[in-house]
């Protein structure tokens, strides 16, 4: 994961998000993880580009929604099985959100979620 964090709200959210290409499932998820309900899939798009154009959520809130938008990460998450960091990190960064190892760390810890840390390069026993 970057060192860089995306310092909540310039972190490319059309990107991240893709609004357009999201399952009714999917946009469900994320409508219900700001606290909106909309019934037209329209109007739910809008109500997302407006919250994410006007600065958007904390890098918090989008590590949650991204989770919640993956099925398979998701269930895991909710049967309390460890997820990998590894695995989160890449498909974070594949949405265009780099947040620090540190804070995913601190996202996943405060939430109850079950981490295997990052695996680390191999040291050479060569000397």
């Not at 398979?72 to 959100?97: H, I, K």
Request: overall charge positive; hydrophobic content about 35%; glycine content about 10%.
């Amino acid at each position: 994961v970057s060192t860089q964090s995306t310092g909540g709200g310039s972190f490319g959210a059309m990107a991240f998000l893709e609004l357009g290409r999201l399952t009714d499932r999917q946009l469900e998820r994320a409508m219900e993880s700001f606290g909106m309900r909309p019934r037209v899939r329209e109007k739910a798009l809008g109500q997302l580009h407006k919250l994410l154009s006007e600065g958007g959520p904390s890098d918090e809130t989008l590590i949650g929604l991204w989770i919640r938008t993956q099925p398979a990460l998701y269930e895991r998450v909710l049967c309390s099985q460890v997820v990998s960091m590894d695995d989160l990190c890449a498909g974070l960064q594949q949405v265009g959100l780099n947040v620090t190892d540190s804070k995913l760390q601190q996202y996943l810890n405060e939430q109850g979620v079950a981490y295997q840390k990052r695996a680390r390069p191999a040291r050479s026993t060569q000397r």
